[in-house]
């Protein structure tokens, strides 16, 4: 049994103007338990739509989604969506340990142990020292790590990740990859990644889906066999792994 | 706007000036004392008052009408506020209701509760809601609208459901809009509970002052007007004590929501 | 807003209608709240006897009078302060002390000196719309760019020009807000007044008939003022989209955009 499986997705709006869009097209694909994939497309394909219909934020046209062989019908409880505008995801009357502990808080988790876990996901994150701190004093890496901090607080079995580095500088970006994949590594949480940056994905993923342009389709899956853990350097010095970037490309371009 | 902080001599002394005119123009024109008195009479008449313990009676009655209408309206507004500004269904079907009450003065509504609740302390209080109600309902409605949407999604990807979402995700990230209706019902407020006073009563400070009016105490009646404004700026300060220490998170985000 | 709302027309149509029920089956003390139909027809009956017409013209007059008062003398006042620092701290004393007092304590003050005539209520008007008008005026010329009075010194404009050509159409907006803050207060101020020491106007009316018993008559007094309140709005409106049609449209850009 697959973590999550999606049947034929298709998402569609009503404009203002009355007429229909098509945001998703037809999405099927099934992700395994622990794995890193990633959804790569030009912008505005339907992404961040595709993202929130899985998280069950919004119901799809047609198709169904599946998380532990239960179909969506609402945001599901063990799973968690990172959004991309973070920085008004997070509590703003909230301290940056009050977030985390939020993320407890809605598991019912309170008490000694409760805090003890709060303060270990600060120390992963590398927050320490910013406990009383309030998001607004924060720069955008660290209300990123916020957030993903009090996400994992949650220990969701799938975390949906909609392009949370697209708008840090590049060393940030890059540190915060690593960190990811670190916590990743430890958590073993199922993680369904999405960003234009192609190089990120492979850098990240174990597969990758290619999106086409709106209406998003998958126009290709593409399995990243690089060895784990992965290195900034190393792997990206793989031969194999401009070959990917530029098929990848190649694909989205046409 | 340099030395704000710096201690305003100009204004304190124009003050001062103003004071001393006052008392000094009193004193040498004994007709106009009857309708101007001396300050120094005004404080001395509140003294007496005050030591005599009728005063501060009057002051508790207002005080704890005051109390009772606010802290009623604030609960009532915001819990009404947040659920016709989350639910928009709802809200669409008492707006048109709503948008015709606003435009009556609360006042006006004096005279319907002497009817149904007598000249007692319900009906002070009862008018003193209807009136406060307003500003809070519409500014906390306001708030909630004024949120931004990821907010909510993050409330609900974290699994929250309606009223956990609105206690735990609405009503903090609403607070600053609430904030100010509740500022503005707290003067609200206070003007109903000293107006019903006066119209209809027989004790209060609004009482009071318009009793020493119709008896041609002057330096009394100024006494109670003193009493007054100092209630008004007393209330005021604490909610900006209460308001600076719940919302210290406001600090650096600019005015109206987001970062 | 898309759609016309019929759900709520339908609830208000509701609401009254249960009114009437409830009022004509007795199950509300028609002695206190008579059914509607009955107000309605009293209120036509005033309105066309020149009753209700007439209370409202009293009372505006004195109204009008209060509030072009309280403009005429906080808008320059205001002026002064936001653009003199001086002036700014020599009266900022003064009208912190005069803030706090509640405008209805003022009325008996007023009567004190000047009886139950107009003058009273002008004055009480007067006072109560001070400190919208003043402190929006004053953070209105405070919260001008200062690139804009120094272009008047670059162009040689003597102050009274820089006042009427620069910080008035500037600060309009802010100007407008106080005003337009002030409108309620002062047909509630108005009202209080009335109430507290008159011998007509609409808020005398209305109590009068609830002195009186006239409960029916009571209730299409509130509905007049209701219905004055309401125009009120709208002519304030109308009159700010006129005058202000720059401010307007760039304010309708932002709530749309």
Redesign the interface.
């Known amino acids: 049994m697959s973590i999550l499986e999606i049947h034929g997705l298709s998402k569609s709006y009503r404009q203002s103007s009355g007429e229909l869009t098509l945001a998703v097209g037809n999405i099927t694909c099934r992700v395994e338990a622990g794995e890193f994939v990633s959804f790569v497309g030009p912008s505005g394909c339907g992404k961040t739509t595709l993202l929130?219909s899985i998280?069950g934020?919004l119901a799809p046209t047609s198709g169904r989604v599946l998380v532990n062989d239960k179909e969506v019908t609402g945001?599901p409880?063990n799973?968690?969506?990172l959004?991309q505008?973070y920085?008004?995801?997070?509590?703003?009357?909230?301290?940056v340990l009050g977030n985390i502990q939020?993320?407890l808080?809605?598991r019912a988790k309170r008490g000694a142990d409760a805090d003890r876990k709060a303060h270990s996901l600060i120390e992963l994150v590398g927050l320490k020292g910013f406990e009383t701190h309030?998001?607004?004093?924060l720069s955008g890496g660290m209300q990123q790590r916020v957030a993903i901090a009090r996400a994992l607080a949650?220990e969701p079995e799938v975390l949906l990740m909609d392009e949370p580095f697209g708008s840090l500088d590049a060393l940030t970006r890059l540190e915060l990859e690593d960190a990811l994949l670190t916590l990743w590594a430890e958590l073993k949480t199922t993680i369904l990644f999405i960003t234009h940056d192609i190089e990120e994905a492979i850098y990240l993923s174990d597969r990758i889906w290619v999106l086409s342009r709106r209406p998003s389709q998958i126009i290709e899956e593409i399995r990243i066999r690089f060895p784990r853990p992965r290195d900034q350097v190393t792997t990206r010095a793989e031969r194999g792994f401009m070959e990917i970037r530029n098929a990848i490309y190649g694909k989205i371009r046409n | 706007m340099i030395g704000l902080k710096r201690f305003n001599w100009q204004g304190w002394s124009t003050f001062g000036l103003l004071l001393l005119l006052w008392e000094l123009g009193s004193r040498s024109a004994p007709k106009l004392q009857f309708y101007v008195p001396p300050i120094s009479r005004v404080l001395s008449a509140l003294g007496q008052l005050v030591v005599s313990g009728s005063l501060v009676q009057h002051l508790a009655v207002t005080l704890g009408r005051f109390l009772a209408g606010y802290l009623l309206a604030a609960a009532l507004g915001v819990l009404l506020g947040l659920i016709l500004g989350y639910f928009r269904g709802l809200h669409g079907l008492v707006a048109i209701v709503i948008e015709l009450l606003r435009p009556m003065p609360s006042v006006a509504i004096i005279p319907v509760a002497v009817l149904m609740l007598g000249i007692g302390d319900s009906m002070i209080v009862a008018v003193t809601v209807y009136a406060s109600v307003w500003p809070i309902l519409v500014n906390t409605i306001d708030g909630v609208h004024h949120i931004?949407h990821?907010?909510i999604?993050?409330g609900?990807?974290?699994?929250?459901r309606r009223r956990k979402l609105l206690r735990?995700?609405i009503f903090?990230?609403a607070?600053p809009y609430i904030v100010t209706g509740l500022r503005i019902g707290l003067s609200i407020a206070l003007i109903l509970v000293t107006t019903a006073e006066m119209i209809i009563g027989s004790k209060g400070l609004g009482f009071f002052i318009m009793d020493e009016e119709r008896a041609m105490n002057s330096a009394n009646m100024y006494a109670g007007i003193l009493v007054v404004a100092a209630l008004g700026y007393a209330l005021n300060r604490v909610f900006l004590q209460l308001e600076g220490r719940m919302m210290k998170?406001?600090?650096?985000?600019a005015a109206g929501g987001?970062? | 807003m898309r759609g016309f709302n019929w759900r709520g027309i339908g609830f208000l149509i509701a609401l009254l209608a249960g009114w009437e029920l409830l009022a004509q089956v007795q199950l509300l003390n028609p002695l206190i709240v008579p059914p509607l139909s009955k107000i309605l027809a009293i209120f036509t009956d005033l309105l066309i006897s020149g009753q209700i017409p007439m209370q409202i013209a009293l009372s505006m007059k004195r109204a009008a009078a209060g509030y072009a008062l309280a403009a005429a003398v906080f808008v320059p006042l205001g002026i002064g302060m936001g653009l003199s620092q001086r002036m700014h701290r020599f009266l900022e004393v003064v009208v912190e002390m005069l803030r706090p007092v509640p405008p209805p304590v003022v009325i008996p003050l007023a009567m004190f000196f000047f009886g139950l005539e107009d003058r009273m209520k002008i004055f009480v008007i007067f006072f109560s719309c001070a400190w919208p008008i003043l402190l929006n005026t004053l953070a209105g010329v405070r919260g001008l760019d200062r690139v804009l009075l120094q272009t008047a010194r670059t162009f040689g404009l003597s102050r009274s020009k820089t006042i009427w050509q620069i910080v008035l159409p500037a600060c309009a907006p802010q100007i407008a807000t106080g005003l337009r803050v002030s409108l309620p207060i002062t047909l509630i101020l108005v009202v209080i007044s009335e109430m507290v020491g008159s011998t007509d106007g609409i808020g005398y009316f209305i109590l009068d008939s609830q002195r009186r018993f006239k409960v029916a008559q009571m209730y299409a007094g509130m509905f007049a003022l209701a219905l004055l309140g309401y125009l009120l709005n709208q002519l304030f409106n109308l009159t700010y989209r006129v005058m202000l049609s720059w401010h307007w449209g760039m304010m309708r850009q932002k709530d749309e955009g």
């Open positions: 929130m998280a934020l945001p409880p799973l968690v969506l959004f505008e920085n008004k995801s997070l509590f703003a009357w909230r301290t939020f993320g808080e809605a309030y998001p607004w004093e949650y | 931004e990821v907010l999604q993050t609900r990807t974290f699994g929250l735990r995700v903090p990230a607070s998170w406001r600090h650096g985000v987001a970062m």
